[in-house]
Structures are given as structure tokens and as C-alpha cells.
């Protein structure tokens, strides 16, 4: 499985404003659903999240539609960490796997450290920096190097005149753990420190 | 007492509509608490089992039973999440103010102390499963005024109803579902 990459901030891209940065440090909250597979029956999970990503520690936590706490994860350098209401915590090295494995479904963490600001690596490799075009409507959509693809479907403009920051991802794959894996994430706040 | 109040509140109250005010407030020993969120919407139930809890602010999604399906629709996901109601209200906070009456069956319940204005009530699951710990009502005039949920990580969830009307006139359909158009449904 992917390993959390360092990424540097990409090249300017021309869509519109002043270049996104990656931020290496920021907080990201919004809400997100998840349709998978689980022993032949179709699944479907919706809440919301919020997503503190530190140079050293990242803390997602998972909360239900009415706001309780469902799962927390902490991934520091070497080690993640998930916790799930009444049951005991469970650590391992690759959160990818840890998270498939706690809660049925896969949350590619590792990447969405990228996808989430409208960055990664497309299947060959190359760095991508995703801009909201105007000519198609469904907005930038690549497929990544493990084989998810990505659709930004829409954007969050800046009022600081900063580039647009994507609003809304849609993300699906075929995984062995859980079937066809559709995922989709609307972000409602982002905090770069 | 609170626990009076609520009983009439029970007893009195075969549906009800209003508003509400939600903040996440996380609690971790040591720091002062920290507002995380806050959301704020319309709310229309009838027991058992039937409500619609619709956030409006910072964004849309409703919450709705029609006494047999639960319905999570967000907006913005342009989405329909589905599954059968069946325990699912059972210990949550909804069953509280929108499942059947019989609140013994799955919780234990005890006087709280006055604050706010309000008595209070304490509410604690007897299942262990869920995910959270305890269940707080602030009642006043024999009307729920407020809800404190504490989940097992120290997020407590506060909500405030205004204007809360007990026994209001429902239409034949008020419960019933509709999809609305270009939202993809996910049924489970």
C-alpha cells in the first residue's frame, strides 16, 4: 500500500488566481458517504469529519449525521491508531489497512492527504494539480497511481482571491476487501496553519 | 421534577414540531472546551417512530422516519442514504423525543441537577453499544427545552428548541419520503 508521501507544492497551474499551495498543515472538516460491499450486501455509511493534518500527527474523527463520535484515527510517522466507541483501541502500520479492517470499508487516508487539497500522483506517475476547467462539466477527474479514480466535481472560490480549493470529490474503486467502493466528500471548512 | 415533567411531556405529547440549535463541543481534560461545530434547522416528529429533523444552516440534510425507513439525504452529496427504521432509534438520542414512550425499556433514568433554568433529566442506555454515554434533558414548563449528549469521546452535542409546538395538525403525507429529483439513492 501507498506510504504517507512527501509532496512538494507543484508548478503553478494558469486556471485562476494565485496558485493552490499544499499545505502540509491544515484542518479540514465536512461530511462524506461511502457505499461498499460487505459479504455480497450492498453498504452505505454517511457522517461527517474532521481532518487535523499536522507534520507530525494527523487526527481524523468520524462523527454520525446527529454528531456523535463513531471512530477516531491517529496516524503519527510510523504507527496509526483507531478508536471506536466500546471497543478497544487498534494500532498498526499502514492506516490504509487498519481502517479497511476496523470499520468494512477503505478510507484511503494516505492518499486523501493529497486529494484532498486537489493533488497526487495520476496512474503514470506524474504529480497532478486539479483546476476546475471550463469546459467540462464534471470539473478534473484523473485516476491515481493505486488505481482510484477521482472526480472533482466542484469548487469553493477563496474571497482572498487564492485559488479555488475543491468543494465536492467523488472517488471510486474496485477494492478486494469491499466490491465497488464509491465515496464522496463535500468540504464545508479548511483551515491552512 | 424533571423526571414528572417528562413523564406528562410523554404522556401529553403525540407529536410536536419546532426548531433547533446544535453545537459539538469537545471536552478534553486539561483545555478549555471547544465549540466544533454548530448547525441549526426545523424538527417535526410523531410518535412512534415518525420525524423529520432537518438541518438548514451551515448546511442541508435531512433526517427523516416515516415509521418504517430511515432517510438521510444531504444536498450537497446529492445523495439518499436508506435502511429500514427497525431498533435503529432504540437507544438514540432521537428515541427520546420521537420513539414509543416506553424510555424504561432502553434506558435508565434518574433525577439530574437544576441548571439553566431547567430541570434536568439523566438518561443512560442500558445497551452498551451505542455510541454514546449519556443523555441529558433540560425540561421547563413540561416541555423539552434542551439535550446534552455525551459520546464516549468526550464530544458532548448540545442542543436548544425553540418554539415548540406540542400535538400540531399533520397532513395526511407528512411523513412520507420523497426523493428529491437527480438525488442518487443507496439503499441499505
Redesign the interface.
Known amino acids: 500500500c501507498s506510504t504517507l508521501s512527501q509532496s512538494s507544492a507543484p508548478a503553478a497551474t494558469a486556471a485562476s488566481g494565485a496558485a493552490r499551495q499544499y499545505h502540509q498543515a491544515i484542518d479540514v472538516?465536512g461530511?462524506?458517504?461511502i457505499?461498499y460491499q460487505q459479504d455480497g450486501k450492498?453498504?452505505?455509511?454517511?457522517g461527517?469529519f474532521?481532518w487535523a493534518q499536522g507534520k507530525q500527527e494527523t487526527v481524523i474523527?468520524l462523527?454520525?449525521?446527529?454528531?456523535?463520535?463513531?471512530a477516531?484515527i491517529n496516524i503519527a510517522a510510523d504507527q496509526a491508531t483507531l478508536?471506536q466507541?466500546?471497543q478497544p483501541a487498534r494500532s498498526a502500520g499502514d492506516v490504509d489497512a487498519l481502517t479497511v479492517q476496523a470499520l468494512g470499508w477503505p478510507l484511503p487516508i494516505a492518499g486523501l492527504r493529497d486529494w484532498l487539497q486537489g493533488f497526487g500522483q495520476n496512474a503514470a506517475g506524474q504529480r497532478f494539480s486539479a483546476a476546475p476547467s471550463a469546459a467540462a462539466d464534471d470539473g478534473f477527474s484523473v485516476t491515481t497511481a493505486d488505481k482510484w479514480l477521482i472526480q472533482y466535481t466542484n469548487w469553493q472560490a477563496q474571497d482572498n482571491g487564492a485559488e479555488s480549493y475543491p468543494?465536492?470529490i467523488d472517488l471510486a474503486r474496485n477494492t478486494a476487501q469491499a466490491g465497488e467502493v464509491a465515496i464522496?466528500i463535500?468540504i464545508?471548512s479548511r483551515q491552512p496553519h | 421534577s424533571a423526571l414528572e415533567q417528562f413523564k406528562s411531556f410523554v404522556s401529553s405529547t403525540q407529536s410536536a414540531r419546532g426548531e433547533f440549535s446544535q453545537q459539538l463541543v469537545k471536552i478534553d481534560a486539561g483545555k478549555a472546551p471547544k465549540v466544533t461545530s454548530t448547525s441549526s434547522g426545523i424538527f417535526i416528529f410523531a410518535r412512534p417512530g415518525k420525524f423529520i429533523w432537518t438541518y438548514q444552516k451551515p448546511y442541508e440534510q435531512v433526517l427523516q422516519a416515516d415509521g418504517d425507513r430511515l432517510y438521510i439525504y444531504d444536498k450537497d452529496l446529492n445523495q439518499v442514504t436508506t435502511k429500514s427504521l427497525g431498533n435503529a432509534l432504540g437507544s438514540s438520542p432521537a428515541a427520546i423525543l420521537f420513539g414509543s414512550n416506553d424510555l424504561e425499556k432502553n434506558f435508565i433514568l434518574k433525577e439530574g441537577q437544576a441548571k439553566d433554568g431547567m430541570e434536568w433529566l439523566e438518561a443512560t442506555p442500558k445497551a452498551k453499544d451505542t455510541t454514546f454515554d449519556h443523555i441529558g434533558i433540560g425540561l421547563k414548563d413540561g416541555l423539552p427545552h434542551a439535550m446534552e449528549l455525551r459520546d464516549s469521546f468526550g464530544q458532548v452535542s448540545l442542543l436548544t428548541f425553540k418554539n415548540f409546538v406540542k400535538n400540531p395538525p399533520l397532513s395526511a403525507g407528512q411523513f412520507q419520503f420523497v426523493v428529491p429529483k437527480g438525488a442518487d439513492v443507496l439503499n441499505q
Open positions: 472538516s461530511r462524506l458517504s457505499r450492498e453498504q452505505a455509511m454517511h461527517s474532521t474523527t462523527l454520525s449525521p446527529l454528531g456523535q463520535t463513531l477516531t478508536k466507541s466500546g468543494k465536492r464522496r463535500v464545508d
